[in-house]
C-alpha cells in the first residue's frame, strides 16, 4: 500500500517513519511531498491508495474527485481541525476519512499561556531591549495575573488544560461553551459569551472552526471585550477578523492580541519567506504594532505530541487497511459524522 504525506517536513518524516517501522513495518510504503496538497500538486497521487495531509493542505471537492479518480481510497489528516476537507463529497465518494482528535492538549495550552505572558510582561521587547545594553524599565509595566479574570471560549481538552494551569496561578476563571460538561464547574463560571467579553482580563480562544464560529471575534466582540484586555488564539485563524482587530488596536480599546494561528495562513505558514517580500498587507500592518504577537502555528510543536500525531495517524490506518471501526473516522459506513457546522469537536 502506498500512502502519499504532503506538507511533509523534516520532523514529520522523522516521526511517522519511526513509528512505522517500531509498530507498523509492513504497513505502507511512505512517499515525502514538502509542498501542500492542492489541485496543481494532486496529479502527483495517482500510484496512491492513501494520502496523509496537514491543516493548510485544501481538499475540496475537485481535489477529492481527482483523488477517487487515482484509486485513492483513504484520507488521514494528522491533524485535530478538517475545516480544509469537503466531508459531504468525501462521504459520497465513499472515502475513509480519519484525524487525530487529540494531541498533547498541555502542549497547547503551555504555549497559549506563553504568549500571554510574553504579551503581559513585554518578555520580547526586553529580550532585544537588553541585547542592545539598554536596561530600561519604561514601557514594560504589565499586570499581576493572580486575581484576574481570563474567559476561555471552549473548554474542550485544550480549553480545560489552559484552565487548570490558570487555576494554579490564581485567577477567577469563566468560559463560554455550549457544549461544556461539568469539569469545568470546578474550575469557574460558564457564562454568556457576552458577560464573558465584558468581565474578562485575558480572553483565550479554544473553539473548533465552523460556520458558526468563523470570525467570532469580530467588530461587535471585539467592541465589547473590556478596555485594555489580551486576547490569544491558539485555535484556527478564522475565528478572528483580523481587519476589525486591527482596529480595535489602533482604536486602544484591544490592549494585546497574540496570534499562533492566522486566517490567511495557508500560503505562508511552516515555510520560509525570509528572503521574499510578503505581500500580505493586513498581516504586516498587524505585526508593526508592539502589543501584538505573531507565531507560525507551533503550539502543537513538542516531541509528545509529534509523537502522538504520528501513532494516532498510522493507527487510523491500520484500522483501515483491517477493515474495523476506527473511532477517530470523521465518516464511517456512508454517513457523515461530523460537518463543518459540527460544534461538539474539539480542537
Do not use: W
Amino acid at each position: 500500500m502506498k500512502l502519499a504525506v504532503f506538507s511533509a517536513k523534516s520532523y514529520d518524516k522523522h516521526y511517522l517513519s519511526t513509528t512505522l517501522q517500531a509498530h507498523y513495518p509492513t504497513l505502507c510504503e511512505l512517499t515525502y511531498h514538502s509542498f501542500a496538497l492542492s489541485s496543481e500538486t494532486v496529479s502527483l497521487t495517482s500510484d496512491c491508495d492513501v494520502v496523509c495531509v496537514f491543516v493548510n493542505d485544501t481538499l475540496d471537492a475537485q481535489v477529492l474527485h481527482v483523488l477517487h479518480s487515482h484509486g485513492t481510497r483513504a484520507i488521514l489528516l494528522r491533524c485535530a481541525g478538517y475545516n480544509n476537507i469537503d466531508l459531504e463529497v468525501a462521504e459520497k465518494l465513499g472515502f475513509f476519512v480519519a484525524h487525530v482528535p487529540s494531541y498533547s492538549p498541555e502542549a497547547v495550552a503551555e504555549f497559549a499561556v506563553a504568549l500571554i505572558q510574553t504579551l503581559n510582561r513585554n518578555t520580547h521587547r526586553a529580550y532585544n531591549r537588553v541585547r542592545e545594553g539598554n536596561f530600561n524599565l519604561e514601557g514594560f509595566l504589565g499586570h499581576t495575573l493572580c486575581r484576574k479574570t481570563v474567559g476561555v471560549i471552549g473548554v474542550g481538552r485544550i480549553g480545560m488544560a489552559l484552565t487548570r494551569i490558570f487555576h494554579g496561578f490564581g485567577c477567577r476563571l469563566v468560559a463560554y461553551d455550549p457544549f461544556a460538561g461539568e469539569e469545568f464547574q470546578k474550575y469557574g463560571r460558564l457564562v454568556s459569551l457576552e458577560t464573558l467579553l465584558r468581565e474578562s482580563d485575558i480572553v483565550s480562544l479554544h473553539c473548533p472552526l465552523s460556520e458558526t464560529t468563523r470570525h467570532i471575534m469580530g467588530e461587535k466582540n471585539l467592541a465589547s471585550m473590556k478596555k485594555g484586555a489580551l486576547l490569544v488564539n491558539t485555535s484556527r485563524g478564522a475565528l478572528i477578523d483580523t481587519k476589525a482587530a486591527i482596529q480595535a488596536l489602533k482604536k486602544g480599546h484591544l490592549g494585546g492580541l497574540a496570534l499562533d494561528v492566522y486566517e490567511e495562513e495557508r500560503d505562508l505558514f511552516y515555510n520560509d519567506h525570509s528572503a521574499e517580500i510578503i505581500h500580505d498587507d493586513t498581516l504586516m500592518r498587524l505585526m508593526t504594532f508592539p502589543n501584538v504577537l505573531v507565531c507560525g502555528h507551533q503550539a502543537f510543536f513538542t516531541r509528545e505530541a509529534l509523537a502522538e500525531i504520528a501513532e494516532v495517524t498510522l493507527g487510523n490506518l491500520q484500522d483501515f487497511v483491517n477493515r474495523r471501526p476506527c473511532k477517530n473516522s470523521l465518516v464511517r459506513e456512508g454517513h457523515l459524522l461530523l460537518s463543518r457546522d459540527s460544534e461538539p469537536v474539539r480542537l
